[in-house]
């Protein structure tokens, strides 16, 4: 499907684009910068590629590819089939040029665009608002340069106050502050509602918003400098802390991707096991997001209702990993030890509760008149928009798009359990939360079946350059004592090339772009994170809504700081 | 004694001293403003959910502006893009104000090692009660409540509680 016949009209019309493939068969063409532009318009508009799904660069300085410039800048589409994806790789020739923005193409570009320029310092030519986004405006130089130190942090003194993002956006709209009576409410970061820290400014004319700007960058934690400096293993805790609310299964994309770079398959036991946990994980994601924003409406017993039974989730994971939250369950080829004795009863308690939550939940919202009048056609977005923007996972769902990469790319052995997509209908805050209460039921039909099925055997690939050895082996024999210090040490190799790998995570696909030197610290790490997209599109969604709706839209939306900031 | 005599303390005297009448009354009914930003505050909505119940310990009163609080419970990590609006909400809060740094990420960077990372928020804002873990759990969460509430036991109530020694670095 992804063969080079697909792209040759493409390859014809641009000369000077050349055919590559990434690891995993993922093409990515090679293009000149003078054609980006047309380029990319071409892929949307004549080869359809409808979606893009990330942008990042690559320093190249100490990783000399022969006659390469310092930067290249990747970008990465999906297929409006949603089968395909592809890459874009184009050389940034004068760093003061840098590249034509896309941004009047694809909603997503916006944010991303801005980001590539914030860390890197590729300016993107005809941006509309090219400016630092997870680094604070006093911040000196671009981090994920191969040159700026780690750990050199500057200090921030202040907050900016914004307007020169808003300023713009009421011209546009005819809107004066003064004369048309207009205020500004600032919400966040560090606002109840605001779910993290996010920062939203909206104009509002009486209640009603009429244009919005959002700041993020708070909980910019440096995720992907500190991949740079730690082996593959070692940035298994990091990857917990993206999406905090479903730790376990940050562990598992990030290790899927990996594993995808080696070549390597997971026994059964094991697939079964991550399957078993991923959606455990979305169970929990779900929960806390559907409690936390029934909570921002007012109705506190969902939250005890919905918020309870999570908990009995953390009692069997950290029975099982030894930590309630943060996991770090997984590694690379497997993960760090088979189940207990005994974890089907435990888990089966845990689904009791979940669905006894759901119910209690359910009976007090589903036909009640306050939650539909506030949440139905608040927000909505149309399935066009929707990808656009780049949503992915049960926020493009809800816009009635059936797309999920468990039914898109098949993986582990996903296509053999009895499950059912959960699509909305026209992507309201209603449709959003109401996606996650069914998604929960669904994820726990595979627990079940996958929880019946499990094969006995091994959990972990039978590789000494993958797997440590067994605490016997390491004790008595020297082999086993080599094997575990250089796996430590020097960590698990990866073969040298580039890879995008994607899972079909609680807020949507979360996807790493990794580049390995063959080393066992990856070069680079580029973390496609869903909350990141949804935030960019939220200033624009609450328009033409009031404040209370913008509060719960920002809930339904589930945005999670860590992974969206990273 | 029968308590349910309401005559009981009619023409009692009780005597006392001021400092314990009212650090009881502070002591149990601690007001805590969340500066919750990451993975740390998660578990502190388990702290307060009902099966670890904050208000056990009086300090169910979760308060939302400042300007209400005198506890401030910094849960998760603090970047430097942050820093400002930990010193604003701090400065907003009356005296007499108590500080929890929660976890690894508050009280020292925790793994963060980089150029976003505050190196723990003692950097910025005076801390009374440091909690490890990464993330704590809810019941280390409900000791550092105890351990300020025994803290505050020991202060006098008249005179402000002094943090002349302390400068952040962003004090200028
Ligand atoms: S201490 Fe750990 S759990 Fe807490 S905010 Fe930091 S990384 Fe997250």
């Not at chain 1, 992804?2 to 995993?24: C, D, I, K």
């Not at chain 1, 300016?123 to 994920?144: D, M, Q, S």
């Not at chain 2, 929660?102 to 804002?125: K, P, R, W």
């Amino acid at each position: 499907m992804n063969s080079t016949a697909h792209y040759q009209p493409l390859l014809e019309r641009f000369e000077a684009a050349s055919f590559t493939v990434m690891m995993g068969e993922i093409p990515m063409i090679a293009a000149h910068a003078d054609h980006l532009y047309r380029m990319v318009e071409h892929l949307r508009d004549e080869m359809g590629y409808a979606m893009l799904l990330d942008i990042t660069a690559v320093d190249n300085l100490g990783f000399s590819h022969p006659g390469s410039s310092r930067f290249e800048v990747i970008y990465l589409f999906r297929h409006a089939d949603f089968k395909r994806t592809m890459g874009l790789k184009v050389k940034v020739g004068n760093i003061d040029v840098g590249l034509p923005t896309i941004s009047d193409l694809y909603g997503s570009a916006d944010w991303l665009e801005r980001e590539v320029y914030d860390q890197y310092g590729v300016p993107f030519a005809g941006h509309p608002t090219l400016k630092r986004i997870l680094n604070h405006l006093e911040f000196v130089g671009h981090p994920l340069r191969k040159d700026y130190e780690i750990t050199q942090g500057q200090y921030c003194t202040q907050t900016q106050d914004m307007m020169d993002e808003m300023k713009p956006l009421l011209d546009a709209r005819g809107l004066e502050m003064e004369r048309d009576n207009l205020m500004i409410l600032n919400l966040g970061p560090s606002h109840p509602a605001s779910h993290g820290t996010i920062r939203t400014l909206a104009a509002l004319d009486g209640e009603k918003i009429v244009a919005g700007a959002s700041e993020i960058g708070y909980l910019h934690r440096g995720f992907e400098k500190s991949c740079e400096n730690h082996t593959y293993n070692q940035i298994i805790p990091y990857t917990d802390r993206l999406n905090y609310c479903s730790a376990l299964m940050n562990n598992i994309a990030f290790a899927k991707t990996v594993e995808e770079m080696m070549g390597l398959t997971l026994p059964d036991r094991g697939i079964f096991i991550r399957v078993i946990l991923a959606e455990l994980s979305r169970v929990i994601d779900h929960l806390v997001c559907l409690a936390a924003g029934l909570l921002d409406m007012g109705g506190q017993t969902n939250y005890w209702y919905l918020f309870n039974p999570r908990n009995d989730a953390y009692d069997f994971l950290s029975k099982l990993t030894g930590a309630r939250l943060t996991n770090s369950y997984m590694r690379i080829g497997g993960m760090t030890h088979d189940l207990y004795e005994g974890w089907e009863r435990d888990l089966e308690n845990v689904l009791k509760k979940v669905d006894k939550g759901i119910a209690e939940s359910l009976q007090m919202i589903e036909h009640n008149r306050i939650f539909q009048d506030r949440l139905l056609n608040v927000s909505p977005v149309s399935a066009a928009e929707a990808i656009d923007h780049g949503f992915t996972g049960p926020n493009l769902r809800a816009s009635g798009v059936p797309y999920d990469l468990r039914f898109a790319s098949p993986h582990y052995y996903y296509d053999t359990f009895d499950f059912d997509m959960v699509v909305g209908s026209v992507g309201d805050t209603y449709d959003r939360l109401m996606v996650r209460f069914e998604e929960m039921l669904q994820s726990m039909r595979i627990i079940r079946q996958a929880a019946k099925n499990i094969p006995g055997g091994p959990i972990n690939v039978p590789h000494h350059a993958v797997t440590m050895p067994p605490k016997k082996a390491v004790y008595t024999t020297i082999e086993g004592a080599m094997n575990q210090f250089k796996l430590v040490y020097e960590g698990v190799k990866v073969p040298r090339g580039e890879h995008y790998g994607a899972f079909e995570a609680a807020n949507g696909e979360l996807g790493f772009y990794i580049v390995s030197d063959g080393s066992g610290t990856p070069y680079k790490v580029k973390v496609r994170a869903p909350s990141f997209l949804h935030m960019a599109a939220y200033p624009k969604i609450i328009e033409g809504y009031q404040v209370g709706d913008a509060i719960l839209t920002l809930g339904s939306l589930n945005i999670i700081a860590g992974e969206m900031d990273r | 004694m029968d308590l349910s005599n309401s005559h009981l303390l009619d023409d009692a005297v009780v005597c006392t001293k001021v400092d314990a009448v009212i650090n009881w009354g502070r002591q149990s009914s601690l007001w805590p403003f969340v500066f919750g930003t990451a993975c740390c505050a998660i578990e502190f909505m388990a702290t307060a959910a009902s099966r670890y119940d904050i208000s056990r310990f009086g300090a169910e009163v979760l308060r939302f502006s400042p300007r209400h609080a005198d506890l401030l419970v910094v849960a998760g990590t603090v970047s430097y893009k942050q820093a400002p609006i930990l010193k604003q909400i701090y400065d907003q809060m009356p005296e007499p104000k108590w500080v929890v740094a929660v976890g690894a990420c508050a009280s020292t960077g925790g793994f963060y090692d980089n150029y976003t990372t505050l190196q723990g928020i003692d950097e910025i804002v005076p801390v009374d009660v440091y909690v490890a873990g990464c993330p704590p759990r809810p019941e280390g969460i409900l000791d550092a409540v105890v351990q300020i509430q025994k803290q505050l036991w020991r202060e006098p109530t008249l005179k402000l509680r002094d943090h002349s020694g302390f400068k952040g670095k962003l004090d200028e």
